[in-house]
Protein backbone atom coordinates (compact mmCIF):
# COMPACT_ATOMS: atom_id res chain seq x y z
CA UNK A 1 0.00 0.00 0.00
CA UNK A 2 2.88 2.28 0.60
CA UNK A 3 4.38 1.52 -2.38
CA UNK A 4 1.64 2.34 -4.28
CA UNK A 5 1.07 5.55 -2.63
CA UNK A 6 4.83 6.80 -3.13
CA UNK A 7 4.05 5.86 -6.65
CA UNK A 8 1.18 7.58 -7.08
CA UNK A 9 2.16 10.65 -5.73
CA UNK A 10 5.21 11.16 -7.78
CA UNK A 11 2.60 9.82 -10.74
CA UNK A 12 0.91 13.13 -9.90
CA UNK A 13 4.09 14.92 -9.39
CA UNK A 14 5.04 14.52 -12.91
CA UNK A 15 1.75 14.79 -14.49
CA UNK A 16 1.47 18.29 -13.04
CA UNK A 17 4.99 18.84 -15.00
CA UNK A 18 3.20 17.20 -18.67
CA UNK A 19 0.53 19.37 -17.52
CA UNK A 20 1.76 22.78 -16.79
CA UNK A 21 5.66 22.48 -18.27
CA UNK A 22 8.58 22.95 -16.79
CA UNK A 23 8.17 26.66 -17.21
CA UNK A 24 4.70 27.06 -15.30
CA UNK A 25 6.07 24.82 -12.28
CA UNK A 26 9.43 27.02 -11.77
CA UNK A 27 6.77 30.11 -11.50
CA UNK A 28 4.76 27.99 -9.01
CA UNK A 29 6.70 30.19 -6.33
CA UNK A 30 4.93 33.01 -7.03
CA UNK A 31 1.39 31.57 -7.27
CA UNK A 32 -0.86 32.62 -4.01
CA UNK A 33 -2.51 30.27 -2.19
CA UNK A 34 -5.72 30.77 -3.81
CA UNK A 35 -4.25 29.84 -6.93
CA UNK A 36 -2.34 26.63 -5.96
CA UNK A 37 -5.58 25.64 -4.35
CA UNK A 38 -7.43 26.45 -7.47
CA UNK A 39 -5.07 24.17 -9.05
CA UNK A 40 -5.20 21.75 -6.86
CA UNK A 41 -8.84 21.35 -7.51
CA UNK A 42 -8.19 21.01 -11.36
CA UNK A 43 -5.76 18.38 -10.95
CA UNK A 44 -7.50 16.30 -8.71
CA UNK A 45 -11.07 17.01 -10.67
CA UNK A 46 -9.72 15.82 -13.74
CA UNK A 47 -8.06 12.67 -11.98
CA UNK A 48 -11.27 12.00 -10.30
CA UNK A 49 -12.98 11.81 -13.73
CA UNK A 50 -10.34 10.09 -15.31
CA UNK A 51 -8.35 7.94 -12.99
CA UNK A 52 -7.00 6.01 -16.44
CA UNK A 53 -4.65 8.73 -16.75
CA UNK A 54 -3.14 8.26 -13.22
CA UNK A 55 -2.67 4.40 -14.08
CA UNK A 56 -0.43 5.40 -17.80
CA UNK A 57 1.43 8.05 -15.70
CA UNK A 58 2.71 5.74 -13.31
CA UNK A 59 3.57 3.20 -16.10
CA UNK A 60 5.50 6.03 -17.93
CA UNK A 61 7.24 6.69 -14.29
CA UNK A 62 8.19 2.91 -13.80
CA UNK A 63 9.36 2.79 -17.65
CA UNK A 64 11.83 5.46 -17.02
CA UNK A 65 13.21 4.61 -14.29
CA UNK A 66 13.46 0.86 -15.53
CA UNK A 67 15.68 2.42 -17.92
CA UNK A 68 18.05 5.01 -15.89
CA UNK A 69 18.44 1.57 -13.75
CA UNK A 70 19.37 -0.25 -16.81
CA UNK A 71 22.12 2.34 -18.06
CA UNK A 72 23.61 2.55 -14.18
CA UNK A 73 23.66 -1.39 -14.49
CA UNK A 74 25.49 -1.20 -17.72
CA UNK A 75 27.99 0.96 -16.81
CA UNK A 76 28.18 -1.12 -13.50
CA UNK A 77 28.81 -4.53 -16.10
CA UNK A 78 31.48 -2.84 -18.00
CA UNK A 79 33.53 -1.73 -15.13
CA UNK A 80 33.00 -4.66 -13.31
CA UNK A 81 33.86 -7.27 -15.53
CA UNK A 82 37.13 -8.37 -15.41
CA UNK A 83 36.05 -9.10 -11.68
CA UNK A 84 33.15 -10.87 -12.54
CA UNK A 85 34.44 -13.31 -14.54
CA UNK A 86 37.74 -13.68 -13.76
CA UNK A 87 38.53 -13.16 -9.92
CA UNK A 88 41.05 -15.14 -8.32
CA UNK A 89 39.19 -16.68 -5.52
CA UNK A 90 35.96 -17.39 -7.96
CA UNK A 91 34.22 -20.71 -8.00
CA UNK A 92 34.32 -21.95 -11.37
CA UNK A 93 31.89 -25.34 -12.65
CA UNK A 94 32.01 -26.51 -16.05
CA UNK A 95 34.60 -26.00 -18.72
CA UNK A 96 37.41 -23.34 -17.41
CA UNK A 97 37.50 -22.36 -20.59
CA UNK A 98 34.07 -22.43 -22.29
CA UNK A 99 32.97 -19.83 -24.58
CA UNK A 100 29.89 -18.43 -22.55
CA UNK A 101 30.11 -17.59 -18.99
CA UNK A 102 26.89 -17.18 -16.79
CA UNK A 103 27.47 -15.90 -13.41
CA UNK A 104 25.40 -16.46 -10.58
CA UNK A 105 25.28 -14.87 -7.25
CA UNK A 106 23.54 -17.00 -4.49
CA UNK A 107 23.00 -17.43 -0.85
CA UNK A 108 22.77 -20.88 0.71
CA UNK A 109 19.64 -19.96 2.71
CA UNK A 110 17.54 -19.00 -0.67
CA UNK A 111 14.86 -21.25 -1.32
CA UNK A 112 14.59 -19.50 -5.04
CA UNK A 113 18.56 -19.99 -4.93
CA UNK A 114 17.76 -23.70 -4.46
CA UNK A 115 15.17 -23.97 -7.10
CA UNK A 116 17.52 -22.33 -9.82
CA UNK A 117 20.13 -25.49 -8.75
CA UNK A 118 18.58 -27.64 -10.60
CA UNK A 119 18.82 -25.57 -13.62
CA UNK A 120 22.09 -24.46 -13.45
CA UNK A 121 23.45 -28.53 -13.15
CA UNK A 122 21.34 -29.04 -16.06
CA UNK A 123 23.16 -26.50 -17.94
CA UNK A 124 26.43 -27.53 -16.61
CA UNK A 125 25.97 -31.52 -18.09
CA UNK A 126 24.11 -30.45 -21.27
CA UNK A 127 26.06 -28.07 -22.29
CA UNK A 128 30.02 -28.80 -23.16
CA UNK A 129 31.34 -25.78 -23.49
CA UNK A 130 29.60 -23.74 -20.88
CA UNK A 131 31.56 -21.92 -17.82
CA UNK A 132 29.80 -21.00 -14.73
CA UNK A 133 31.01 -18.58 -11.84
CA UNK A 134 29.70 -19.15 -8.71
CA UNK A 135 29.46 -16.18 -6.20
CA UNK A 136 28.43 -16.31 -2.16
CA UNK A 137 26.32 -13.38 -1.72
CA UNK A 138 25.18 -13.99 1.59
CA UNK A 139 22.04 -11.37 1.86
CA UNK A 140 19.99 -13.32 4.21
CA UNK A 141 21.16 -13.25 7.64
CA UNK A 142 24.36 -13.96 9.85
CA UNK A 143 23.68 -17.84 9.39
CA UNK A 144 23.90 -17.34 5.55
CA UNK A 145 27.47 -15.45 5.99
CA UNK A 146 28.59 -18.22 8.48
CA UNK A 147 27.57 -20.92 5.78
CA UNK A 148 29.59 -19.04 3.05
CA UNK A 149 32.53 -18.07 5.04
CA UNK A 150 33.01 -22.44 5.50
CA UNK A 151 32.21 -22.71 1.86
CA UNK A 152 34.72 -20.09 0.71
CA UNK A 153 37.46 -22.18 3.36
CA UNK A 154 36.20 -25.65 1.78
CA UNK A 155 38.12 -24.55 -1.31
CA UNK A 156 41.62 -25.04 -0.06
CA UNK A 157 40.76 -28.53 0.30
CA UNK A 158 38.05 -29.40 -2.61
CA UNK A 159 38.61 -28.47 -6.10
CA UNK A 160 36.40 -28.95 -9.56
CA UNK A 161 33.73 -31.50 -9.34
CA UNK A 162 33.93 -32.00 -5.53
CA UNK A 163 33.87 -28.58 -4.81
CA UNK A 164 30.63 -28.32 -6.70
CA UNK A 165 29.66 -31.62 -4.62
CA UNK A 166 29.60 -30.10 -2.04
CA UNK A 167 28.16 -26.86 -2.98
CA UNK A 168 25.24 -28.92 -3.52
CA UNK A 169 25.14 -30.79 -0.63
CA UNK A 170 25.23 -27.45 1.18
CA UNK A 171 22.50 -26.05 -0.61
CA UNK A 172 19.81 -29.23 -0.87
CA UNK A 173 20.01 -28.87 3.01
CA UNK A 174 16.74 -28.74 5.14
CA UNK A 175 16.35 -26.46 7.29
CA UNK A 176 17.85 -23.20 8.21
CA UNK A 177 21.89 -23.45 6.62
CA UNK A 178 24.82 -21.97 8.77
CA UNK A 179 28.32 -22.74 9.83
CA UNK A 180 27.38 -25.93 11.83
CA UNK A 181 25.14 -27.43 8.19
CA UNK A 182 28.37 -26.48 6.53
CA UNK A 183 30.95 -27.90 8.75
CA UNK A 184 28.90 -31.22 9.01
CA UNK A 185 28.92 -31.27 5.33
CA UNK A 186 32.37 -31.15 5.26
CA UNK A 187 33.05 -33.64 7.65
CA UNK A 188 30.58 -36.24 5.93
CA UNK A 189 33.40 -35.84 3.01
CA UNK A 190 36.06 -36.15 4.42
CA UNK A 191 37.66 -32.71 4.62
CA UNK A 192 40.01 -31.84 7.77
CA UNK A 193 37.58 -30.18 9.98
CA UNK A 194 40.17 -28.25 12.08
CA UNK A 195 41.59 -26.44 9.11
CA UNK A 196 38.70 -25.51 7.55
CA UNK A 197 37.45 -23.75 11.02
CA UNK A 198 41.20 -21.99 11.03
CA UNK A 199 40.61 -21.37 7.24
CA UNK A 200 37.00 -19.57 7.50
CA UNK A 201 38.46 -16.92 9.53
CA UNK A 202 41.21 -15.95 7.45
CA UNK A 203 42.01 -12.38 5.65
CA UNK A 204 41.13 -14.24 1.84
CA UNK A 205 37.83 -15.26 2.89
CA UNK A 206 36.58 -12.39 4.23
CA UNK A 207 38.34 -10.27 1.03
CA UNK A 208 36.20 -12.63 -1.12
CA UNK A 209 32.85 -12.21 0.87
CA UNK A 210 33.56 -7.91 0.57
CA UNK A 211 34.98 -8.48 -2.99
CA UNK A 212 31.26 -10.23 -3.99
CA UNK A 213 29.28 -8.03 -1.44
CA UNK A 214 30.60 -5.29 -3.26
CA UNK A 215 30.24 -6.25 -6.75
CA UNK A 216 26.23 -6.72 -5.84
CA UNK A 217 26.07 -3.32 -4.40
CA UNK A 218 27.60 -1.89 -7.55
CA UNK A 219 25.00 -3.76 -9.64
CA UNK A 220 22.32 -2.75 -7.78
CA UNK A 221 21.72 -6.79 -6.95
CA UNK A 222 18.13 -6.99 -4.26
CA UNK A 223 18.17 -10.66 -4.14
CA UNK A 224 19.26 -13.67 -4.78
CA UNK A 225 19.87 -15.86 -7.21
CA UNK A 226 20.99 -12.97 -9.75
CA UNK A 227 22.67 -14.42 -12.81
CA UNK A 228 24.73 -12.24 -15.28
CA UNK A 229 25.49 -13.43 -18.76
CA UNK A 230 26.56 -10.74 -21.27
CA UNK A 231 25.18 -7.85 -21.24
CA UNK A 232 22.21 -8.63 -19.07
CA UNK A 233 21.28 -8.95 -15.14
CA UNK A 234 18.37 -11.84 -14.74
CA UNK A 235 17.02 -11.58 -11.29
CA UNK A 236 15.18 -14.51 -9.97
CA UNK A 237 14.76 -18.38 -10.38
CA UNK A 238 13.59 -17.39 -14.09
CA UNK A 239 13.66 -21.08 -15.03
CA UNK A 240 15.82 -23.15 -16.86
CA UNK A 241 14.65 -22.46 -20.63
CA UNK A 242 15.08 -18.60 -20.54
CA UNK A 243 19.06 -19.39 -19.08
CA UNK A 244 19.44 -21.69 -22.35
CA UNK A 245 17.90 -19.36 -24.66
CA UNK A 246 20.16 -16.43 -23.18
CA UNK A 247 23.44 -18.51 -23.24
CA UNK A 248 22.42 -19.77 -27.15
CA UNK A 249 22.03 -15.67 -27.83
CA UNK A 250 25.61 -14.64 -26.39
CA UNK A 251 26.61 -17.58 -28.64
CA UNK A 252 25.47 -16.57 -31.06
CA UNK A 253 25.70 -12.51 -31.06
CA UNK A 254 27.67 -11.61 -28.01
CA UNK A 255 24.44 -10.19 -26.36
CA UNK A 256 21.41 -11.40 -24.32
CA UNK A 257 19.10 -10.26 -27.15
CA UNK A 258 20.15 -10.95 -31.00
Given at each position: MRFSFLKSCQAVALLGALAFGPSAMAQNA?????QRQAIGEIVK???MKNPEVLQEVI?????RQAEAQRVVQA??????????????????????SGDVTLVEFFDYNCGYCKRALADVKTLVKGDPKLRVVLKDFPVLGPDSVEASRVALAARNQLSGDKLFDYHVKVMDSKGR???ERALAV???MGLDVARLQKDM??????AALQENMGLGDKLGLTGTPAFIIGDEIIPGAVGLDPLKQVVANVRQCGKSNC
Open positions: VFSDQDYLGELEKGALKETRQTLLNAPHSFIVGNPVGAAKEESADVR
